[in-house]
């Protein structure tokens, strides 16, 4: 037996995962464990689960592998530190990261209660965008494929591209700080007024409300496709001169400012957070969109001209768009895509682990990733307690009755809190820690901001459909397993399924397989033949925090929030009347 596993430590959405021969069984985000979104320290609680889900302790480790590798471009960081130079506090905060990814020994050996020298594993440390590109393409489908990997930036990189074949990947060429698309979305996305980490999504859902072309002749001083890759405008910017102030309180990750003055004089003045959007401000996120996706394509296309091959993985933050990634298999000559669900920094966890397995090792490949169900689960005994400790009354129900029930519920509007099985691994909640409503009803989004997200107005929320129904509905069949691509809703659909209908007549979905979660499948068919619309709104399971985990998380966002229905396995919990 080999044991690997793999970490994403002191980096944004830090994560553990563990393959034993090549077998992903383990991997969660330590954001769930510590109740602490996007968390940045070391996945403590999440490696201890892991190993605990496969009943091993330190010493049956073989490999632990790290998703950075403070020595990767080391040349380049120097000359650059040299000719720029950095402040004090700038230099201590990157030197003090260095080293605890070097101790990542010392600090698993913390987390499990053991001495260092318990843990014999061989410690690996895998550059950023590798461990990226290893997730993408050693867990897909394919016998070979193009592989993109975008983000902001780590171990100096912003940008992957690379050809997989077989249990090896090449590199075909790199993206070095400061030029990065993660860097000029997160600079406008700051300029936007949502500074928080992690905030890019709620600009990619505002961008259908503007109008780009009035901003996109500036948008292209600010990125410039220079041949086959592109480079900032860094003028525009200010982390080229002082380096990215990145933070953590409580773990807690955060980013300085990184857009300029020029930026401001280009677009005006910034807006406050919670500020009320202008119609420029909405002009500026469409054209920042807009230039997102021509760059992303631009890469994707090099890819092809490259490669020749008619598969693609992508990996990254940026692969999170799925605005773009949705525009890949229509405009592109490439006819297969896979996003692995975890496609940003979590999924290091996986790709570091992957890397080791594969191309260290040459182990043959032999595992896809099919779902993302790969986290905690819990016993029906344990949920029925979670219900009791909080003094409610639940009903419980064999199936037979349970999915026709929750179905009838949801279509006279209530919403519903569905908790099912293993918990998901990725940003996405995927069907098993999931709140779901009528799509019908148009007034569902506003029901739920009001009751329970009490997010902003302009995101969008998303559809899970039938598998087999997808065409019937979007423009677009292709499957979408892990919500990371955006189709057009069918003109003759868009009034039946108003509630998950964008602003622009989009939809970011969750195509269901009943051989890969049969029972989501069974509640999403059971509503179809209720309604005769195989769809169902799915939003994650939380308020203001990670998605819930535990079956006592659940009932606690249950009874602290305005949702009607939760349904913890087979136990029902009805709102009670006040």
Partial sequence: MTAILGLNAYHGDAAAALLIDGELVAAAEEERFNRVKHCAGFPELAARWCLAEAGLDAGDLDHVAVSRDPKANLGRKLLRTIRHGASARYLKARLENAARVRDVRGALAA??????????????????????????????????????????????????????????????????????????????????????????????????????????????????????????????FTHDKEGVDMTWDEQTPSIGRIYSDRLV???????????????????????????????????????????????????????????????????????????????????????????????????????????????PEYSDEECAAAIAAEGLEAERLEDDALFPTVAERMEAGDVVGWFQGRMEFGPRALGNRSIVVDPRRADMKDVLNARIKHREPFRPFAPSILAEATGEWFEQDYPSPFMVLVYKTRPDRRAQIPAVNHVDDTGRLQTVERQVNPRYYRLIEAFGERTGVPVVLNTSFNENEPIVMTPEQAVETFTKTKMDVLVLGNHVVRRQAA
């Fill in 265 to 375: 004089e280009a677009f005006g003045p910034a807006r406050e957070p919670r500020g009320e959007l202008t119609r420029q401000q909405e002009d500026v996120a469409a054209a920042l969109q807009a230039m997102l996706e021509e760059a992303y394509l631009h890469l994707v296309s090099e890819l092809w001209e490259r490669t020749r091959i008619p598969n693609i993985c992508l990996a990254g933050g940026v692969a999170l768009n799925a605005v773009a990634n949705g525009r890949i298999r229509p405009e592109t000559p490439f006819d297969e895509v896979y996003v692995q669900p975890a496609a940003g920094d979590s999924g290091t966890a996986v790709g570091s682990a992957y890397w080791v397995w594969n191309q260290h090792l040459g182990r043959p490949r032999g595992f896809v990733m099919e779902h993302a169900y790969t986290g």
């Fill in 111 to 236: 987390s499990l209660g053991v001495a260092p020298d318990a843990v014999r594993a061989l410690v690996h440390n895998v550059e950023h965008h590798q461990a990226h590109v290893a997730s993408a393409f050693f867990v897909s489908p394919f016998e070979e494929a193009a592989v993109l990997s975008l983000d902001g930036f780590g171990d100096f990189a912003s940008t992957m591209l690379a050809v997989g074949r077989g249990n090896r990947f090449e590199i075909l060429d790199r993206v070095l700080f400061p030029h990065s698309l993660g860097i000029f979305y997160t600079a406008v996305t700051q300029w936007l007024g949502f500074p928080k980490y992690g905030d890019e999504g709620k600009v990619m859902g505002l961008a259908p409300y503007g109008t780009p072309d009035r901003h996109l002749t500036r948008m292209h001083d600010l990125v410039r496709l220079n041949g086959s890759l592109f480079e900032l405008g860094l003028d525009y």
